[in-house]
């Protein structure tokens, strides 16, 4: 029982190796510079002018909370189309009505505005 665990042992030690030794090579390797302009912030290399906080429209979010909602559906319709004949018709039709469900939050989103991007 101890030679198992000696073996789970030598598997963590060598794993944590492996993912700190590039780590420290690249510490090891990488140029160094103490310039101050390395340190500062900037935005396309165009020197930050003004404050960090910025207001921005609500439209922005609420675009991208949609676009993530939609995004998020392929990752149930392609395992769903993966075994969709072994699954039969009860899973067409649950299919049916998740799809029922995105296109009524499309249609509400839609009506609201949210998929304006002016």
Known sequence: MLLDWGYVAIFAIVGTLLAAMPLFVIW???PR???PQKFETYESGVPAIGQAWAQFNVRYY???LVF?????????LYPWAVVYR?????AFYD???FLAILTLGLVYAWRKGALEWV
Do not use: P, T
């Open 95 to 97: 299919m049916l009505v």
């Open 28 to 30: 090891l390797i990488s």
């Open 86 to 90: 072994k699954a039969g018709a009860v």
């Open 68 to 76: 993530v909602v939609f995004d998020v559906e392929i990752i149930y």
């Open 62 to 64: 609420l675009f991208s």
């Open 33 to 35: 510079s103490d310039y």
